[in-house]
């Protein structure tokens, strides 16, 4: 597949997408990840690394994980969004049976509902800013230790490749979920507890 349609279809989430996550002990070890991930296919683009140490990871050139990752802005815009539809369709439904104006157009209606909508997903946006990804939560004690997150982005027809070179040569590095795409703000991660990481058979 080109990597720019695979790079579109990445961020636009692509069912045939999954998010590998692992949990590095320090720097060095995450640096070495990423160089051995080019050698499963895996491009520096669709690996990226939430961690305390952000400088560290610009000196060696590893992607920082974007606000989309670290932040809950996309699911607490949904949400706003839909509270935000639900209030302006119970205020038409309120202003066509109790208001003072009668033989109000349709479009008014439709227009006021879509005002509500953009509100409540431009409040739910400014509520994600100041929250972390609820995705991260599980990881949050290993980050604020000053651990390493990273997120492999893989086909699927990668992810046996990608979790056996990381079992031989990264056993430092711990499996610790997997999720069908990281930009889906809906989709839950559960947190994997294990001494080692097989490929499935």
Request: one cysteine or more.
């Amino acid at each position: 597949m080109p990597g720019g349609l695979c790079k579109t279809q990445a961020f636009r989430g692509d069912p045939q997408m999954k998010c590998l996550y692992y949990v590095a002990p320090e720097l060095e070890s995450t640096s070495r990840v990423s160089d051995d991930l080019h050698d499963v296919g895996i491009d520096d683009f669709f690996v990226h690394v939430i961690a305390k140490d952000e400088s560290g990871l610009k000196k060696r050139h590893i992607h920082s994980g974007n606000y989309l990752e670290t932040l809950d802005v996309v699911r607490e815009g949904f949400l706003g969004a839909a509270i935000g539809m639900f209030a302006g369709v119970v205020g038409c439904v309120l202003l066509d049976n109790f208001g003072p104006f009668e033989n109000i157009p349709w479009f008014v209606y439709v227009a006021l509902t879509v005002v509500a909508t953009l509100f409540g997903a431009w409040e739910g946006g400014l509520i994600g800013v100041e929250k972390e990804n609820k995705k991260l939560e599980r990881f949050h004690e290993d980050i604020e230790a000053g651990k390493y997150l990273i997120l492999i982005y893989a086909r699927k027809d990668q992810e046996a490749a990608v979790r056996h070179m990381m079992s031989r040569r990264h056993p430092e590095a711990e499996f610790a979920g997997v999720d069908s795409h990281f930009v889906n703000p809906f989709t839950a991660v559960r947190r994997r507890r294990a001494a080692g990481d097989r490929v499935r058979a």
